[in-house]
């Protein structure tokens, strides 16, 4: 294991914020201390932040005030934003994410944007919410996002906030044309100001730009689609086709599609059950529905699951009807549809 302070090197910063002053023998001592919490509390984290070279730190280049030094460098170290949500708290994504922590102050909300992701044709935004005498807790925002610069036209957002902190919060987006190029982009982040969807008030009225690079070509080289196109008839019960599966690190997608699917007097809709190579369930994320408006008993079904574990060599994909949002595993549908799992090969 790694000395304490050989976490601490190969950071630069501005020295003129610091006043140098010597600091006795019992000052150092509770600084020192202080630091060594602070990483004791983040050991687990694999991505470590470093943050001051230790032989500055104890010897010439200090605030006067030790306590406040100490918590501002324990909120900087070894810290995973998009970790700390429940979908992503068993991933491991330090070499799939872009990390920008940069911050933006109007309307006396600060916004700082930690993490971007693409995962697959999802985009993932980590952002931190900070108000000077204001609650952002309930505070909403829209961002719009521009790739290269070109903005990202919505098929659907989703926003959820961290179990550990609300001010910190994701964002993710949906393209309608989803980003098939792989490489570095030039990235440009915009809130503030109207948008299709209500947004409160002070966000509309302030302004919060941010521009950064970003790339998706570690995690595109994980990615693993399986194109299955299994039709299923169900006889007088309509048709299910099994399209595909896209593995990434973050997560796994299923896409389904239904054709003339009914069941007297009941609303009916199409999902899937996946396993990993142990017989672990995986847990459902997202789900999306699309209707063909021309014929809505035509329907498209997307769902996102959380990532598979890497050690698992397959993933089992189970076809399911559901009455009324409700899975009944013993239903005659269901039994049947049993016959129909496919069994997937994993290499990545």
Known sequence: MKDWLELLNETNIDLDEYKEETLNDIEKKTLKNNLKKSIRKNKTNKYKKPII?????????????????????????SRNPTESFQNYNKTKLDEYKNIIDKSV??????????????????????????????????????????????????????????????????????PRDPITKSGEFDVKILIGGKDDFSQDRIIEEGKWEFNF?????????????????????LNKYGSICMKRVIKT???????LS?????????????????????????????????YDYSDLER???IYRFKSINRESKTIKVTPIILLNSVYDENSKY????REYSLELNLSK
């Open 213 to 233: 690079r970003a790339n998706n070509l570690a995690i595109n080289e994980f990615i693993e689609k399986f194109d299955l196109n299994k039709n299923i008839n």
């Open 105 to 174: 102050t109007n309307n006396g909300v600060t916004i700082t944007i930690n993490e971007f992701i693409f995962d697959y044709d999802n985009i993932i935004v980590t952002y931190t919410l900070e108000g000077e005498k204001i609650d952002t807790q309930d505070i909403n925002i829209l961002p719009k996002i521009l790739i290269d610069g070109k903005e990202v036209k919505r098929r659907g957002v989703s926003a959820t906030y961290s179990g550990e902190n609300k001010n910190l919060r994701q964002f993710i987006l949906e």
């Open 299 to 301: 329907g498209t079904y």
């Open 53 to 77: 070279a230790s032989a500055v730190i104890l010897s010439i280049i200090i605030s006067t005030n030790i306590k406040v030094i100490a918590d501002t460098l324990e909120k900087l170290i």
């Open 334 to 337: 269901n039994k049947e549809l």
């Open 249 to 255: 690190p973050m997560s796994t997608i299923v896409e």
């Open 258 to 290: 239904s054709e003339n699917l009914l069941v007297e007097n009941e609303n009916v809709s199409v999902g899937c059950i996946l396993e990993d190579s142990d017989g672990n369930i995986l847990e459902k994320i997202s789900e999306q529905k699309r």
